[in-house]
């Protein structure tokens, strides 16, 4: 079945130890999004790939980076994860800009 | 900016039919989404409608759209405790950034 995939499902980090979360899809759609979720609120949106070409919303912190090495794959990278970066990380996936496709979701301890 | 509002709880017993409510404030907007979050997962796109359309049935599910007063609304006939989980009204002008609500929490009592 085609999916947005992501892994792993949980992640425990400690504070300051760089953490990698990963997305993966087989829908082949060109656009995908990571968004921050935390507790009893909507989605975030960090920011979005079009294709290859990277899109940062203003007040997403340095903190936050992101790699796209093919149309399949997107990675979020969090530096120096502190305390308040504790959430579910939401990747989703569109063909360009129509319905998007939310993957299960990574929840991020820091500990 | 963009906007987009939801009431935060619903209760209804198990059997009523569901509305949920949203509004949003871009005219310009072309869809309009409901997106269900169960507990610890993802949001599951449940159907959406086009700007053009004033309603969209889809089995249990319709949506009504007054495009002049910028309000959707998700009814849910026959709700059953699966029904119970957070639903998110979301809107996009075609561009690639979505907005939003806050979601609503659905309570279905036996």
């Known amino acids: 079945d085609a999916m947005v995939i992501q892994n792993p499902r949980y992640q425990v980090t400690q504070f300051g130890k760089p953490v990698t979360l990963s997305c993966s899809q087989t829908?082949?759609?060109?656009?995908m999004y990571w968004y921050q979720q935390k507790s009893s609120q909507a989605p975030k949106l960090l920011f979005h790939y079009y294709d290859k070409d990277f899109n940062n919303e203003a007040d997403t912190p340095d903190n936050f980076q992101s790699r796209r090495p093919n149309t399949s794959f997107c990675f979020l990278d969090i530096r120096s994860p502190g305390l308040g970066d504790a959430a579910m990380y939401l990747c989703a996936t569109s063909r360009q800009g129509t319905e998007q496709y939310f993957g299960p979701g990574t929840r991020l301890t820091v500990t | 900016g963009e906007d987009v509002e939801q009431s935060l709880f619903l209760s209804v017993r198990e059997g009523d039919s569901s509305v949920i409510n949203c509004t949003y404030t871009?005219?310009?907007?072309?869809?309009l989404y409901w997106y269900k979050q169960e507990p610890g997962a993802g949001l599951q796109l449940l159907t959406y409608?086009?700007?053009?359309?004033d309603m969209k049935q889809d089995q249990r599910l319709t949506v009504l759209l007054n495009k002049k007063d910028k309000h959707l609304s998700l009814r849910i006939a026959d709700t059953q405790t699966g029904d119970s989980a957070i639903y998110f009204c979301?809107?996009?002008?075609?561009?690639?950034?979505?907005?939003f609500g806050p979601g609503t929490r659905l309570s279905v009592l036996p």
């Open positions: 409608i086009f700007s053009n359309m």
């Open positions: 829908l082949n759609h060109n656009v």
């Open positions: 979301a809107e996009g002008s075609g561009g690639q950034n979505f907005v």
């Open positions: 871009d005219s310009s907007s072309t869809y």
